[in-house]
């Protein structure tokens, strides 16, 4: 097995055969793989020239001219490589601004626990668009990575050895000993019916319950993908009406994508989905000012999803899951999707719901393996709770 060393030859050599040198004192194979987009005389054991054919639209890169567009084609090819070796049983990047976005794309796509370490630069600024859903480790640089000083040294040093520890040191869950592992969304509002459910299930399952905020359903979803969770309950959708409206809480378009790809069993219902995240009162989008909006804590404003913006988002959830081969059940709580949905609450809005429901159930094709099933009841009320639980064993069985 063998840590992946990654960088730009060109600009970062001296600093990547420092890395490389300590990794290989351990007794672990070290492979320098070059990303550089320019060519030049230094040896790596993976050269760009190598990376650059497994570029997916088969251009060439090294050499071009705008670099911005070299740095996008060199990531999305380093990312078709590193998904294919066999050997790799961690990953090191050094990276300034660019390369830190060209050699997270690549680890982004390996899968939840492989070691991944990241020097870079921008690490002590807003990292989450590097990291995503991934469980990158990023470490700031602290001087720029341009040669070897008494700060460099050290960081990198640190980082070599972090490696080391993190393979040597590898924890390894015994799957034949453990529970199957199930993923459950949930967000305050509907932590009630999340409990009650994982109540139910955590002597027979390893619950993982993941908040809905965005990186949350991103995360959920990446364990699917890496088949690390068996099943899942997806309580609480809310991050698709961020996804539409603009709050600050979407999982992207890609939310449903791994179900839809790895045919997991999958429960569903729509928890949350009367409201939009934004931040502070005075960060509501201009054209969002006059809607109902409700002041959860000072540093975030929930916006009542309204009856048209609901009905668009059902035919978005239907069409997803008519995409999904496995087996589906997805449970429309009729009496309210949320703590504030319930009458003499604010976000009480049996209209704005019923066109939820409406979309999904006329838009929904239901087969033996995907069932839609409509319950008279709030989605916190334990019989609904106790309904999830009913259908999500029977689909694992």
């Known amino acids: ?164 520890g993190m393979i040597e040191k590898r924890y390894d869950i015994k799957i034949e000993n453990q529970k199957i592992a199930i993923g459950l969304t949930m967000f305050g509002v509907t932590t009630p019916c999340v409990n009650t459910v994982r109540k139910r299930l955590e002597n027979n399952y390893d619950c993982l319950v993941f908040h809905a905020t965005g990186s949350g359903g991103q995360s959920m979803e990446k364990l699917v993908e890496s088949g690390m969770i068996g099943g899942v309950i997806d309580i609480t959708t809310t991050e698709i009406c961020d996804l539409f409206m603009g709050g600050v809480m979407s999982a992207t378009e890609d939310r449903l994508g791994a179900i839809i790809r790895t045919k997991i069993p999958y429960v569903g219902s729509v928890g949350a989905m009367d409201m939009v995240n934004f931040g502070p009162i005075n960060t509501v989008p201009e054209k969002y000012k006059n809607r109902n909006l409700y002041i959860h804590n000072p540093q975030v404003t929930l916006m009542r999803t309204t009856a048209s913006e609901n009905a668009e988002m059902g035919k978005w959830i239907a069409n997803k899951l008519n995409q999904c081969e496995g087996y589906v059940r997805f449970l429309l709580p009729l009496k309210g999707v949320s703590m504030l949905d319930m009458e003499g609450y604010p976000f009480y809005d049996p209209e704005a719901d019923k066109a939820l429901f409406e979309s999904i159930e006329r838009t929904l094709i239901q087969t033996d393996r995907r069932k839609l099933i409509k319950l008279g009841l709030h989605i916190n009320d334990a019989e609904f709770a106790n309904a999830l639980v009913e259908h999500f064993l029977e689909i694992m069985e």
């Open 1 to 164: 097995m063998s840590v992946y060393i990654i960088g730009t030859c060109d600009t970062k050599y001296e600093e990547l055969l420092f890395v490389k040198e300590i990794i290989e004192k351990s007794d672990i194979k070290g492979k320098l793989v070059d990303v550089s987009t320019k060519p030049h005389q230094n040896k790596a054991d993976i050269s760009n020239f190598e990376i650059e054919t497994y570029s997916p639209q088969k251009e060439k890169i090294i050499n071009i001219n705008d670099r911005g567009k070299a740095i996008a084609l060199m990531s999305e090819a380093l990312e078709n490589f590193i998904i294919k070796q066999q050997d790799l049983s961690g990953v090191i990047g050094l990276g300034g601004s660019g390369g830190t976005s060209l050699i997270s794309k690549g680890m982004r796509a390996l899968p939840i626990g492989i070691p991944k370490i990241l020097v870079s630069t921008v690490a002590s600024g807003n990292i989450s668009h590097y990291i995503g859903a991934s469980d990158i480790f990023m470490l700031y640089s602290v001087t720029d990575i341009a040669g070897i000083n008494r700060i460099s040294s050290i960081v990198l040093s640190n980082a070599a050895k972090a490696m080391i």
